[in-house]
């Protein structure tokens, strides 16, 4: 926009808004507004017709390009993968020859169809989209002439309230006179103006009507006959596909489960599908359940602080975890107390290690062989940090397995995630069977849920009576 047509908009505004909200007087010519309605309508038509025949265009030339990318791409799928791209000699016979073979005769078939449907899709472009691009243009010129027209009847309005304001001041004076004069002038030239603009429309719009039904007709007839055309040549084609690959007299369901046969249960066999991931993260792999779970008793109960001798030489009490399969030869570890165990058992001065133990984890170096030392007498701060940390009971004696009835059942008391191989993971409430366990819960049990076998804490669980 120029700075010309930039100062004549701001000038026309406050008509424009007096027009929108209808204030003041406002020129309305009946006939002009009706054929301003029919001619938007065509505007609107011709856009729409030259938008969608486009759009079929590109449609019908993209299915095929679709068609033709889609064999190639089953035909890589069908090559066997070797893992060598580079090496030549990769692709070995073993492959789907005649699924290759099968992709290769498709592509040939729709090239050939391509082709064929080349001159009937060259026809849309040239006796379709072309000729509506050009009546588009003429239409374009046409609005052009009718917002010139409009910009006229607002010119038009406001000189004619200009001049009428001022004839209708009772004391004019010399300068109103003179404003007067020149709102005369503005509003017969205004008016000079919109009538020359509004009557060539209302004159020139019914004759693009009656050419319009002449020009659009024959464009729908065209585009109608083009298509069936097309259709025709795909259904001829297609009907006749005939590439040995496929048994074109099944039913789709049938023939596709025929072909698929049992690759989903042997795909789904294997053990990379099955993957799954957590959020959560993921322990290490011996690491005690109680590690894992924060608010919630540990699995395995064991002996934390030491034991003073008769000798008044600290000695470091054994561990009272029952070891895993893989901990025979490990350090034992040192959990804290389960909470509702508050009654410390008494631990014996040289209670032996349960099952296998390193030697080093149980007897004190050389050094601490030494001569005995008198105790010093307890301080007042030390008597109250032994009263307010207590030791943690130590484990009873380990006793012999004994079977469980078939029918033993205990009940899961909190969430429990398999941490090594050969635990069972169960949720709280699940009702676990019984195969083995001990007497004591603070052991490792062993027991079955949902068909899998596997060892869990045993005060995890609840034994129902």
């Known amino acids: 926009m120029s700075f010309r047509g930039f100062q004549k908009s701001v000038i026309r505004a406050p008509q424009q808004f007096k027009q929108k909200f209808n204030l003041g007087e406002h020129t309305k010519d009946a006939v002009y507004i009706d054929s301003e309605r029919r001619f938007q309508e065509l505007e609107t038509e011709t856009k729409r017709l030259h938008d969608e025949?486009?759009?079929?265009?590109?449609?019908?030339?993209?299915m095929l390009q679709h068609q033709i990318e889609f064999s190639k791409a089953m035909t890589e799928i069908y090559k066997p993968i070797s893992g060598r791209m580079s090496d030549p000699d990769s692709l070995v016979p073993h492959g789907n020859i005649e699924g290759i073979a099968a992709c290769e005769e498709y592509e040939a078939v729709v090239k050939d169809l391509q082709e064929t449907l080349a001159p009937e899709l060259e026809m849309i472009e040239s006796r379709i989209i072309r000729p509506a691009n050009e009546l588009l243009d003429v239409v374009k010129v046409i609005r052009k002439t009718a917002v010139k027209r409009e910009h006229k009847k607002l010119d038009y309005d406001r000189h004619r309230a200009t001049l009428k304001k001022l004839q209708d001041k009772k004391d004019r004076s010399a300068k109103?006179?003179?404003a007067m004069w020149k709102?005369?002038?503005?509003?017969?030239?205004a008016t000079q103006e919109y009538n020359y603009f509004n009557d060539l429309l209302k004159d020139e719009l019914p004759k693009l009507f009656a050419l319009e039904r002449q020009f659009i007709q024959p464009l729908f007839q065209s585009f109608y006959?083009?298509?069936l055309n097309i259709f025709y040549t795909l259904h001829e084609k297609m009907q006749h596909c005939d590439i040995g690959y496929f048994d074109l007299t099944l039913d789709i369901e049938e023939a596709f489960h025929a072909k698929r046969g049992d690759v989903q249960e042997r795909a789904e066999a294997l053990s990379i599908v099955k993957f799954k991931t957590t959020g959560m993260k993921r322990p290490p792999k011996y690491q005690r359940p109680g590690a894992l779970e924060g608010n919630k008793p540990a699995g395995l109960l064991t002996a934390g602080s030491s034991t003073t001798t008769s000798t008044g030489t600290p000695e470091a009490a054994p561990s009272v975890t029952a070891p895993r399969p893989w901990e025979q030869q490990q350090a034992p570890a040192v959990t804290a107390p389960r909470p509702w165990e508050t009654q410390a058992e008494p631990v014996e001065a040289h209670a032996p290690p349960p099952y296998s133990v390193k030697p080093s984890t149980l007897h004190a170096t050389p050094a601490s062989y030494a001569a005995p030392v008198a105790s010093p007498k307890p301080s007042s701060l030390s008597m109250a940090a032994a009263a307010k940390a207590k030791p943690p009971p130590p484990k009873p004696k380990p006793k012999a397995l004994m079977a469980a009835p078939q029918v033993e059942t205990v009940t899961a008391l909190y969430d429990y995630s398999a941490q090594a191989e050969g635990d069972l993971s169960f949720r709280a409430g699940d009702v676990i069977e019984i195969v083995t366990r001990t007497a004591n819960e603070n052991e490792w049990w062993i027991g079955k849920l949902h068909g899998k076998q596997g060892q869990f804490p045993g005060n995890y669980v609840q034994l129902n009576s």
């Open 225 to 227: 006959y083009m298509q």
């Open 176 to 178: 109103d006179e003179k």
């Open 53 to 62: 025949s486009k759009k079929y265009f590109e449609a019908i030339n993209g």
């Open 183 to 189: 709102a005369e002038n503005d509003v017969e030239q």
